[in-house]
Structure formats: structure tokens, C-alpha cells
């Protein structure tokens, strides 16, 4: 939702399915590098080529956004996850077409 | 002295929001002492520690390390392992919190920031505030929402919001589809959308 309304702002042409299908060009500006790199650190794989391919396009400022996006979201998931935080049902119903889009039903658990 | 020697210039604010989370992740809280709490990141890690109950180094190792792994029953059996409710929200914030500095850590290619020395004091066992339990696994205070998630533990509330805008957004700047620091908005989001999507949070 987040990713289409600011993408909305900023007159990108966003293809949220890259969300959950990496091989699609999301349409923001250095944003395959940005899902590559955010599945290298979180895989653990090796991070320091895509670490210096993403400073080279978007500088140490970028990488420091980055990484920080990251924590941020290693931290709310976990307390979405553990708190069985649940979605509400009118939220749901405006996100249906999401969801199916990109399969994050897949995604529940009780 | 924590966060020290980076490599790149780091954010004021940002910088002063890990060291506050050092900080706090040490000092006793509210059901757990700082020794206690800095055996839960320990746990959370993968160390071994006699300080805290195992039910408390499960969940906490859990947590940090196996996110998809959660669901209402475990954290019945969590509560049946020991772990008084308000107490195991506590561990939830400490782990989550030491995520996000790991992850965070990890991106920008630095080694695990060592743990800090523990801070001497009891907890303060405030009573948890009037919750309602409802479809969540926890109770919470005043609705279910996310930036509710920890209210049952007031302090673990406030030390998420803590972090929150330094790293990511404050919750009042969350409304600023247009917003734009190191990143823009979308570019954030394009991160946070795949973050969660490979922690499979349907949230």
C-alpha cells in the first residue's frame, strides 16, 4: 500500500510485484539493486559487491537509509509475528487485490 | 563507548538511538533485571545462559532467529513454559529491537556490536495496564495496532517508537507519502515491503 501511494507521489511507474518476485524491475530508481541487496544481508549471503554496487549508484548516504529501512523492518516483523498481530477487516478488504497479486496469503498463520 | 568507528557518516539522531538502545537494552526494565535482559539478547543470539528460564531463551531465540516459526500455540506453550504474559512481551521488545540493530549492523558490514555490560537495579514490576485480550496472541492497551503492539509493557512501547524514526520514520512522519532523507518514500518502502516479504509477515 505504502509502495504504490508514495510511488503515486513521486511519479514513478511502481510494479509492486517485485515485492515478492525479485526478478521484476520494481520501477523505482536503483530499486532492483535495493531488493538484491536487502536479500543478500537478510540471507546472509555475501553482501559486500552488491554493499559497494549500491554506494557506487546511490552513495554511503544510501546504504545508510537502507540498512536502517532494514532494521526497522527486521524489528516490526518480529513484533508483528510474535504479538499475533492481527489485520483488520476493512484494511483486508481494501488490500484484496494486493494480496492476490502478490500471493501474501501465503503469508497467515494462527 | 558503543557505535563507534563507522565507516560512513551515520545520522545524528540515528546514532544517538542505538546508543539509547544500548542503553536501555542494559538497564532493568520492567519485569526483567538488565543482567537478565542482556541474557535475552544473549539467547537471542545463540549463547548459552543459566540467568534467564529456558521458556525465555527459547522464545527469545525464536524470535530472533526463526520469526516464521511463530503462531498462537507457541506462544501458549511459551506461557505454560513459565513466562508470566508481561514478561514475555518484554522479551519480544528486547529481541526485536536487538534485530533491528543486528540487521542493521550487518547491512553496513560491521561485525555484531559486542553486548553492553549489564546495569545494576531491580526491575520496576509496574502492573500492566488495563488490556483487553482480542484476536492478537497478546493482550493490548487502548486497540490492536501495530505501534500497540507492546503496550502491555508501556516502556517497550516507548523504546520501539524510539528507534523507529531514526531508522525508518517517526509515526508522524508515516503520512508524508512525499518524504525524502537518504532515500525516497518508494525506495523505502520498495525495502521495507521485501524485508517483510522475506520474513513472510503477512502483517
Known amino acids: 500500500m505504502m509502495l504504490r501511494e508514495s510511488s503515486k507521489a513521486f511519479g514513478y511507474d511502481v510494479d509492486i510485484r517485485a515485492v515478492t518476485d525479485p526478478s521484476i524491475d520494481p ?3 536503483h530499486g532492483s539493486l535495493l531488493v538484491a541487496f ?5 540471507g546472509r549471503h555475501d553482501v559486500d559487491a552488491l554493499r559497494s554496487e549500491l554506494v557506487e549508484a546511490i552513495g554511503d548516504s544510501g546504504l545508510l537509509g537502507a540498512a536502517g529501512v532494514i532494521g526497522n523492518f ?3 516483523n518480529r513484533i508483528a509475528d510474535a504479538t499475533g498481530m492481527p489485520v483488520g477487516r476493512g484494511f483486508l478488504a481494501a488490500t484484496e487485490d494486493v494480496r492476490k497479486l502478490l500471493g501474501l496469503d501465503r503469508f497467515k498463520h494462527e | 563507548m558503543h557505535f ?7 545520522r545524528p539522531d540515528l546514532l544517538a538511538g542505538l546508543r539509547s538502545l544500548w542503553s536501555n537494552l542494559a538497564a532493568p526494565g520492567t519485569w526483567w533485571s538488565g543482567a537478565e535482559r542482556v541474557a535475552i539478547a544473549e539467547g537471542a543470539r545463540g549463547g548459552t545462559t543459566d540467568l534467564i528460564p529456558s521458556a525465555a ?3 527469545a531465540r525464536t524470535i530472533y532467529d526463526d520469526i516464521t516459526a511463530t503462531s498462537r500455540v507457541w506462544v501458549e506453550g511459551v506461557l505454560a513454559g513459565g513466562l508470566m504474559m508481561p514478561a514475555f512481551v518484554e522479551v519480544i521488545g528486547v529481541v526485536s529491537r536487538l534485530a533491528a540493530v ?3 549492523t550487518r547491512a553496513l558490514g560491521r561485525p555484531l556490536e559486542p553486548l553492553p555490560e549489564a546495569l545494576p537495579g531491580s526491575p520496576t514490576r509496574e502492573g500492566p495496564p488495563s488490556a483487553r485480550p482480542g484476536r492478537s496472541w497478546v493482550p493490548m492497551v487502548g486497540g490492536m495496532s501495530i ?7 508501556p516502556a517497550e512501547s516507548e523504546a520501539q517508537e524510539e528507534i523507529h524514526g531514526p531508522l525508518y520514520l517517526s509515526y508522524g512522519q508515516m503520512a508524508d507519502q512525499g518524504f525524502e532523507r537518504e532515500l525516497t518514500r518508494p525506495q523505502m518502502e520498495l525495502v521495507a515491503g521485501r524485508v517483510s516479504a522475506i520474513n513472510e509477515c503477512f502483517y
Not at chain 1, 536487502?38 to 537478510?42: P, R
Not at chain 2, 563507534?4 to 551515520?10: G, R
Open chain 2, 57 to 59: 531463551a527459547g522464545a
Open chain 1, 38 to 42: 536487502s536479500d543478500a544481508v537478510l
Open chain 2, 147 to 153: 505501534t500497540r503492539a507492546l503496550s502491555l509493557v
Open chain 1, 27 to 29: 520501477g523505482v530508481p
Open chain 2, 4 to 10: 563507534i568507528d563507522f565507516s560512513i557518516a551515520v
Open chain 1, 74 to 76: 527486521s524489528m516490526m
Open chain 2, 102 to 104: 543486528d540487521e542493521f
